[in-house]
């Protein structure tokens, strides 16, 4: 008997022109929208501007200035402060997550969505309802620090406080992003772990530690990382609590990374200077990252 001839599978010479053709449109998104305008901005930041727009190359003389810039440190020290603080959030959302996936509890949906609503609320709205939350003299907050005896500052106008404030207001608006997230990973934990560990007489809180958690750090390292890019990000919702200078004379020393760029660009109308802060801001962010995905093997959970 002969054997059985195996039909051979053959690729056409021109698969590879069809493949490209239909994520051709994709990496021209890419390319036009995220990495044309690293590359600009890394241009710009060499540069000098003019008051009518000319340029002049300037070599690393707005590098150099930036790490001369107390303005800089601080504005870094607040955004450090910012995200650790936000950063909170996420133990706080596993516990809220292990809550709400719990069987039999009521209304579990209708929690996740109010939970869910302030991510989705527009920061200027959520800043206008906490400023006057936070207000020096009729605020909710300082009228329950007054029921303990507690004199409240104001907490938008003073230095020190204001990124607190606003860092406050980033926690629990984050708060429901990082819930869903790490509910959906809740479910993807075999029940029969924790039936196993019942028989063997394991409590919940015992539950939760060696099993909750370990089975879960995939979505909390998923979090951690969306949450870090986001907090040095920080631009919107600090503007609309704490205004502009004009207005809030303790912005200067409450000011993010990202604000202090907007400051150089748009208001001091130093556009090579601001390519630089975005650029130091850009490898900030990479760097940032790139240890947490380094750190991520020692602690994260992987089948």
Not at 73 to 78: A, D, P, Q, R, V
Not at 82 to 109: D, E, K, M, Q, W
Not at 191 to 200: H, I, K, T, V
């Amino acid at each position: 008997m002969t054997d059985a001839v195996r039909p051979t599978s053959r690729r056409a010479p021109h698969d590879g022109w069809w493949a490209l053709l239909f994520v051709g449109p994709l990496l021209l998104g890419i390319g036009v929208f995220y990495l044309w305008p690293i590359v600009q901005t890394a241009g710009f930041s060499l540069t000098s501007f003019g008051v009518f727009g000319d340029a002049a190359f300037a070599g690393i003389e707005n590098y150099a200035r930036l790490f001369t810039e107390p303005n800089f440190y601080l504005s870094l020290g607040n955004t450090l402060l910012y995200t650790a603080i936000v950063l909170v959030g996420v133990p706080i959302a596993v516990g809220l997550a292990s809550i709400l996936n719990l069987p039999g509890l009521r209304f579990a949906a209708v929690y996740r969505v109010l939970f869910f609503l302030p991510y989705v609320a527009m920061p200027t709205a959520i800043a206008f309802v906490w400023r006057i939350i936070f207000n020096g003299d009729f605020g909710l907050v300082n009228h329950a620090l007054g029921l303990v005896g507690i004199d409240g500052p104001y907490w938008t106008s003073t230095p020190g406080f204001a990124i607190v404030a606003v860092a406050i207001v980033g926690l629990w608006s984050s708060l429901g992003f990082s819930m869903i997230v790490l509910a959906a990973g809740l479910k993807n934990i075999p029940p029969e772990l924790y039936e196993a560990a019942s028989l063997d007489g394991a409590s919940r809180w015992r539950q939760f530690r060696a099993i909750t958690v370990p089975l879960l750090t995939p979505s909390i390292f998923f979090v951690t990382i969306v949450t870090v890019i986001a907090c040095f990000q920080l631009f919107d919702l600090l503007y609309a609590i704490l205004g502009t200078t004009a207005t809030n004379a303790s912005l200067p020393k409450s000011m993010s990374l990202v604000y202090y760029f907007y400051q150089a660009g748009f208001v001091n109308n130093e556009k090579g200077f601001a390519a630089a802060v975005a650029m130091v801001i850009f490898v900030i962010i990479g760097c940032v990252t790139l240890i947490q995905f380094r750190m991520q093997r020692r602690w994260v959970h992987n089948d």
